[in-house]
């Protein structure tokens, strides 16, 4: 079976340090002001995001097909994977107290068959499994989604999507770069709408819609 890989990337997902109001997760909601300590602030405290994408990314034809195989990559460098069954919680707050768990203890549930789990200790680590990633980067070389999914199928690399809300990718990110591409001209797009386009594109070229 066919399967597209996609590793969302730099994912802001950190637990809160003990005495920070408003856990689990660091969140810009409640710590803008805690984040001013932190480097790259800009890049971090928006685990929103990666709810929204995961959500998406789970609820697809192409995942409930079989078709999908996704790991997450957060920004302390550890890559997670996630099964195609998994049922993340719709609601936020639920999602926030599961990606707690997953980060302290490097899986969920802590019992039985793990839904999610740390699989790499780097993204080095996943790329020598791998192979190196075809990226979605506005500085890339111009591509339609189309393009995109078909080398991807079709060479059996994984898909990167950047999950931070602003700056660039850390060039060793960008170190582990097959290709990168940029559509829609380079203009700017959120995180959903490209995994959303990448999605679509896939299950048009497999048949599924």
Same mark, same amino acid.
């Given at each position: 079976?066919?399967?597209? +890989?996609? %590793? @969302?990337?730099?994912?802001p997902?950190?637990?809160?340090? +003990?005495?920070?109001?408003?856990?689990?997760?660091? /969140?810009?909601?409640?710590?803008?002001?805690?984040?001013s300590?932190?480097?790259?602030?800009?890049k971090?405290?928006?685990? #929103?995001?990666?709810?929204?994408?995961? @959500?998406?990314?789970?609820?697809?034809?192409?995942?409930? =097909?079989?078709?999908?195989?996704?790991y997450?990559?957060? %920004?302390?460098?550890?890559?997670?994977?996630?099964r195609? #069954?998994?049922?993340l919680? =719709?609601?936020?707050?639920?999602? !926030?107290? %599961?990606?707690?768990?997953?980060?302290?203890?490097?899986r969920?549930? @802590?019992e039985?068959?793990?839904?999610?789990? +740390?699989?790499?200790?780097?993204?080095? /680590?996943f790329? !020598?499994?791998?192979?190196?990633?075809?990226?979605?980067?506005?500085?890339?070389?111009?591509?339609?989604f189309?393009r995109?999914? !078909?080398?991807a199928?079709d060479?059996?690399?994984?898909?990167?999507? *950047?999950?931070?809300?602003? *700056?660039?990718?850390?060039r060793?990110?960008?170190?582990?770069?097959? =290709?990168?591409?940029?559509?829609?001209?380079?203009v700017?797009l959120?995180?959903?709408?490209?995994?959303?386009?990448? @999605?679509?594109s896939t299950?048009?070229?497999? *048949?599924?819609?």
């Amino acid at each position: 079976m066919r399967k597209l +890989k996609v %590793i @969302l990337l730099e994912a802001p997902l950190e637990l809160a340090p +003990k005495g920070w109001k408003y856990g689990p997760l660091i /969140d810009k909601r409640y710590h803008y002001h805690y984040l001013s300590k932190y480097s790259r602030k800009w890049k971090r405290g928006r685990p #929103d995001i990666v709810h929204f994408v995961m @959500l998406l990314m789970l609820d697809s034809i192409l995942n409930m =097909k079989g078709h999908l195989e996704l790991y997450v990559h957060v %920004i302390d460098g550890r890559v997670f994977a996630v099964r195609n #069954d998994e049922r993340l919680p =719709k609601h936020f707050d639920a999602f !926030k107290q %599961i990606m707690a768990q997953l980060l302290e203890h490097e899986r969920v549930p @802590l019992e039985g068959e793990p839904l999610m789990w +740390k699989a790499y200790d780097s993204l080095s /680590d996943f790329v !020598k499994e791998h192979g190196k990633i075809i990226l979605f980067w506005e500085k890339g070389e111009p591509a339609t989604f189309e393009r995109v999914a !078909k080398e991807a199928l079709d060479e059996g690399l994984p898909v990167g999507i *950047g999950l931070f809300p602003r *700056g660039d990718f850390e060039r060793s990110t960008l170190r582990k770069a097959a =290709k990168a591409y940029s559509v829609m001209g380079g203009v700017p797009l959120k995180a959903w709408t490209v995994a959303y386009e990448l @999605l679509c594109s896939t299950e048009r070229l497999l *048949g599924l819609c």
